[in-house]
């Protein structure tokens, strides 16, 4: 069985400051990963995927987030938060080869303070 | 409460035809996202709606497909005279406003719907 579990529901960092956003996942198959963002009122935006590629994947707007088969892992990173940042990110599971299945986490809620 | 419901599971159609894929929000939610999933390219925002309100179409084609969300009833996603290129996973999901969440979405997908088109 597949699940994800996105360990915070709220985060809140200073803006400048590191942002680490956790996510772990059980896959019987071996998982397509995926972090998006959703600012309000707009729809998902892909962040960052890893496909069984490089383990360390960057995506778009200086995130990155590495994939660590031993602790079943893919956190979301970025070296310095930006006020345009605070939005809700979640972590998704497919496995390889079933776009028709996806598993959504309940979503991290990311605060920057000014 | 019964999720996000979304029928069929899988549709198949011919080239040419008609696609409707429905989609029930939770009860209390009064926004709604249509997603189509290509493999392993991850989910591709369509369209975003309230209740007889489109509020952000910019990620659907500018031809053959249209979505509607009436005060009545079920969300309809509908693609005209489709091709082979349309057969996706479609999925929507659905949330409350935001507004007084502390930001939160409160996002729920539905299990998609599966269109093959032959």
């Known amino acids: 069985a597949q699940s994800v579990t996105q360990l915070d529901s709220h985060v809140s960092v200073s803006e400048g400051t590191p942002v680490l956003l956790r996510c772990n996942y059980s896959?019987?198959?071996?998982?397509?990963l995926f972090w998006y963002v959703q600012h309000p009122n707009k729809g998902l935006q892909l962040l960052l995927k890893?496909?069984?590629?490089?383990?360390l994947v960057k995506g778009i707007n200086g995130f990155e987030a590495e994939f660590k088969k031993s602790e079943t892992s893919f956190h979301l990173t970025k070296p310095s938060a930006h006020m345009s940042d605070a939005a809700e990110y979640f972590c998704?599971?497919?496995?390889?080869?079933?776009?028709?299945?996806?598993?959504f986490g309940k979503g991290t809620r990311l605060h920057i303070l000014p | 409460n019964a999720g996000v419901m979304q029928n069929p599971r899988h549709l198949v159609r011919r080239r040419g035809q008609e696609a409707r894929l429905r989609c029930s929000p939770m009860?209390?939610?009064?926004?709604v996202y249509w997603y189509r999933q290509l493999p392993e390219e991850g989910l591709k925002f369509m369209v975003y709606?309230?209740?007889?309100?489109?509020?952000?179409e910019s990620g659907m084609p500018k031809e053959r497909f249209s979505a509607e969300f009436p005060k009545e009833g079920p969300s309809i996603l509908r693609i005209q005279q489709v091709v082979r290129g349309d057969s996706a996973a479609y999925f929507c999901?659905?949330?409350?406003?935001?507004?007084?969440?502390?930001?939160?979405?409160?996002?729920?997908f539905g299990s998609g719907t599966r269109l093959t088109v032959v």
């Open positions: 999901a659905s949330s409350p406003p935001t507004v007084g969440t502390g930001g939160k979405v409160g996002y729920t």
């Open positions: 896959s019987s198959y071996s998982p397509s």
């Open positions: 890893y496909t069984s590629a490089a383990t």
């Open positions: 998704v599971v497919t496995p390889m080869n079933r776009d028709d299945k996806i598993i």
């Open positions: 009860k209390g939610h009064s926004h």
């Open positions: 709606l309230q209740k007889e309100n489109i509020i952000d």
